[in-house]
């Protein structure tokens, strides 16, 4: 009963908005250009006002960014409570239902609660790298999230090696959740920042590696350049993203995998696990720092599924020919809650693997079958994209991961270890 | 102009601390910091490729490798440590020296400011793309033998010689 109503009232918005866009209206108030409007307001107003060029361009540059960080604040407080409510259905759970309607200011208590807690540093640590590290962690996921192209009008930094910047401000993380298991002083968020780093490590080469193919065909590390490149239709309705491609869809999967296990989450949570080592790098962490750790882990989840959303599914650019008129920053939005919700119903669905089992599957499945969708992309191009390159493109990759599959099947015997540093 | 005067004393002071310090990773952390401000001060001479590859691989790849090679290696002793400065001090030195004034004497007989200004504007990206992977080929093939070479390399030093490899059952 509730659906159709639901539908029907989605349908009235989008089409509300697709009908304010083709009418005349001015390009400051057009849908597409929403997210845009403080920052000409700011720019607006200080030309009025009569400010230096230098001046305006400082205001300009605030003015994006502090829109990108009110959404994904935004986005991040609703996430946790939408990841709590989705985890409680899975588990046949009710979820958080006391703070207002649904539990909708849930994020606003914790935050009070978060706020308001006492802030621990043990007297073994060292205060100013206990500081610095969950600032560090932030840092780079609000940077990375700056240079992706939310919609048509709306890039908050333009540049021209988006993808690189990206991965370059993300390995800041690593760093940071070195510092913090170090400077904690104690033994579980040291053992817990080892196994981030060995994952992270492992995890960044799949990811970059399927990347690569993307770049190979636009032909540019511009991330609005790629997501140009995608524009289009085959047939007249199949949108040309690069994972409708069979090099795509394996190195899209790979993607999702290796950014799963990049931003910690289940089934990849190890440096996290409660059942093994408390809390990992932020055993020692409370009150607010502990906040800002979840806040950083919420803000990379977002900037990786962006960056994988432009790179793979097709960024900004709607899926059916006939929706263009729908402001594109709805499009990206829309499939960024489908990513976002596949994640959650992984961490709902799957066991937490075991070390051993983590490292030998980034290592013998992802990067091997990652360093293979590259040459396939070449493959793929010069094959025209036809019949014959489905079936070229296809055959390659399927036969390694049938071996693979079949060799991971197998049960690998244990033999005994032992942990030297127990005795 | 003004990045260069804010950011080199830094790097300096930050690099001295990195060789100062007796605590190896407060060293490494030094260490990290120094090429990162380094990445910034390409990335304000508008050198972004260089800049962001500087810090992709020396912040995120190289600095991580020490970091790592800390954790699994036993600390040392740091009072023995300290004990030692002194003596190292005039080695030290006399390595230094040379480097340092063979870049003085660089920076003195090159290019005067004002040759420095007629330099071409950033290279775009496309532009050392292919000229990578069209006039210095060979060179990028021989680096990625090396470095193929020195990955197996690794791994099989890495491999312990006395465990066999486990045999699947089933």
Redesign the interface.
Known sequence: MRLPALIALWMGALSTLGWAQTTKAPPLLAPESWPRLPQRLVEMGLQAAKAPDWLVSIGSFAAAAATVVAVFLTAFALLSLIERKTLARAQNRIGPNRAGIFGILQPVADGIKMLTKEDIVPTKSEWF?HLLAPVLIVIPSILALSVIPYGRDWLPVP???GM??F??????T??AV??AG?ASGSKFP?LGA?RA??QM?SYELPLIISAMGVVMLSGT?SLSGIVEAQAGFHLGFIPAWYVLTPWGFVAGFIFLIAANAESNRCPFDLPEGESEIVAGHMTEYSGFKYALFFMGEYLGLFAISGLGITLFLGGWQPPLPGLACVPSWIWFFGKLAVVIFFFLWVRATFPRVRIDQLMRFAWLCLIPVSLLTVPVAAIWQYSGGGALGWLLCSAILLIPFVILTVRFN??????NRRYTFAE | MIPLLILSPLILLAALGAVWKARPVHAALLLALVLAMIAVLYLTVGAEFVGLVQFMVYVGAVAILIVFALLITRPGDEAAELARRPRSLAPGLACVAPVLGLLLYAIGTGVPGEAAQDCPPAMPVTALGLELFENAVPAVLAVGVLLTAVLVGAALFARDPASKPQPPIS
């Open positions: 790298l540049m021209e090696l690189l910047f991965f370059a401000v993300g390995t800041m690593e760093i070195f510092i170090w040291m080892m780093i060995s490590v590390l197998r049960r690998m015997a244990t033999s």
